[in-house]
C-alpha cells in the first residue's frame, strides 16, 4: 500500500496558521513526522482561507524541501495552484486531484505527463457523486480512456471511487469497495487505486476503528494506496497485517515492527 | 456474519479435563459465556484424548442443552460422533465438517438432510489442501453439486476455503480469500462462505492482530459465517464496523454497543 500522509492541509487549525504567518516550524515538523513513520508521499494542500493560492503553494513546497525529499501530492481544486507546487516539488509529485470530466482532465492529463506526475481521478463529474458501483466504474473508465488518449502511463492513474462519511452515506461504502474491486479488473494493466480515507469516519466516534476497519477492507479487494493519518498506530498495524496476509510482504514474527521501522527514504 | 464460538473443544485443557471427569462446571460456563457475547453457534468438539468419542458428544451436548438451547456446530472428524450429537442436539445444528470427497459426502450430506443441519464443506480430498484458489474453487463445486444430487438446500451449505497458519504457510492466505470471493459467484443461490479463524495466528506473536485484520478483510469479499473466540472485543468491534461498513446494519453513533449487546437469543 502506498501510503500518502494527509496531516499538511491548510484545513488544521496548526497548518493554517503557518501559512497565514508563513512560519515553517509546523509544517517542517509535520514532514518530518509523517516520513518517520513511514509516509511515501507528503499530501500539500493551503486550503481555502489563504489570500494567494498560488504564492502560498509555492511556499509550502519550498518549506518542506527544506527537510525531505519526499514525494508531495499537491492537492488542490485548482488547477493553476497545481501546477505552482508541481513546478517547486520537482519529478514524482501526485496531481491531487482531477474529476473525470472533460473541461478538467483537457487541463490535468497533459500537465501530469509533462511533469512526470501521477493523477488521482476522481469518479464525480459536474452531476456529482454517483450512487452506486456500475456507475463509478464507467467513470473510472473514462479516466483510463483518457490515459490512453494521453498517455499517461497506467501506473501513474490512480482511481479513487470517493469515500463519503458512514455516517451521512453509508450505502456509498460498500458500493466504493465494489469500485476498487471492478476498477482493478477494467484494463490491462489497471490504474491503481486509492481512497481519502479519514473522511469516512468524519464526526463519527470511533475514527480509529472505523478507518483501520475500511482500510483493510479495501486492501482485500484491491486498494493500491491511501491518504491517511501515518501517526494512527493500529491503522498502520492493520496495513503491516494486510500485506502479510495479502503475501506482499514475508511474515516475521516482529513484522509489524519491521514495517514501522521502514523508512519511506 | 454468523458468529460461532469456538471455545468448547477438549483441545482447551478446562474442557480436556471437564470432559474426562464429566464435570459440567466449564462447559457450561463456556456456553453462557459465549451466548452472551453474541455467538450464534457454540462449537462443540470432544477432542481426540478421550475414551469414548461418541458417548463423550452425548454428555457434551446434553450438558450444554442444560443450560442453553443455542444451535450447535458438531465438531468431529467421524460420521458416528457427527451423528451422536445431531441426535442429542436438536434441528438446526452444524455438521463440522465434511471433505469433498465421495465417501464422506455420501455419509454426511443425507445425515444433514435427515437432521434439517447445515453442513461445513472443506475444500480438500484425499490428496489434502490445495495451493491455489482456482483448484479449491473446483472443489468448492463439487460440494455444490452434491448439494443438489442430496436436495441439501444451498443456504445449509458452508463452504470452508481452509486457512492454514500465516508462519508455515503464508501463500495460502491470499488464495483463500479468491476462493471465498469465488466461491460466492459460483452458483445462484450460492452457498455460505466459512472460515475457522483462529488456526491463522497459530503461534505467531500478536494473534488477535491477525485474526481481526483478516477476519474484516474475508468479510468484505463475502465471508458469511466464522469459528471465532467471540471473546476477544477487538476482534467484535471488527465484525460490528464491517458489518456497518458493508451496509448490513444501520450506522448509529453507538453501532459497537448496540452490536455487542444483541444477544443471540
Known sequence: LILIGERINGMYKDIGRALREKDPAPVQEWARIQVERGADYLDANVG????????SM????????EVTDCPLSLDSPKAEVI?????????GSIINSCKAQRSTIEVLF??????????????????????????????????????DEFQLPMENLLVDPLILPVNV????????????????MLSNPAPLTIVGLSNISHKAKDRSLINRTFLVMAMAVGLDAAIVDVCDDLLIDGVATARVLLNQEIYADSYVK????????
Chains 1, 2 share one sequence.
Not at 501546477?83 to 519529478?91: S, T
Open 48 to 55: 481555502s482561507s489563504v489570500d494567494d493560492q498560488v504564492e
Open 110 to 147: 497533459p500537465l501530469a505527463v509533462e511533469h512526470g506526475a501521477r493523477v488521482i481521478g476522481l469518479t464525480m463529474n459536474e452531476t456529482g457523486i454517483p450512487r452506486d458501483a456500475d456507475a463509478r466504474t464507467e467513470l473510472a473508465m473514462e479516466l483510463v480512456a483518457a490515459a
Open 169 to 184: 452515506a453509508q450505502e456509498h461504502i460498500a458500493e466504493a469497495l465494489k469500485t476498487i474491486s471492478a476498477v482493478k
Open 258 to 265: 519491521l514495517f514501522r521501522s521502514r523508512k519511506a527514504r
Open 58 to 65: 509555492k511556499w509550502l513546497v519550498g518549506t518542506i524541501r
Open 83 to 91: 501546477r505552482a507546487g508541481l513546478e517547486a516539488a520537482g519529478a
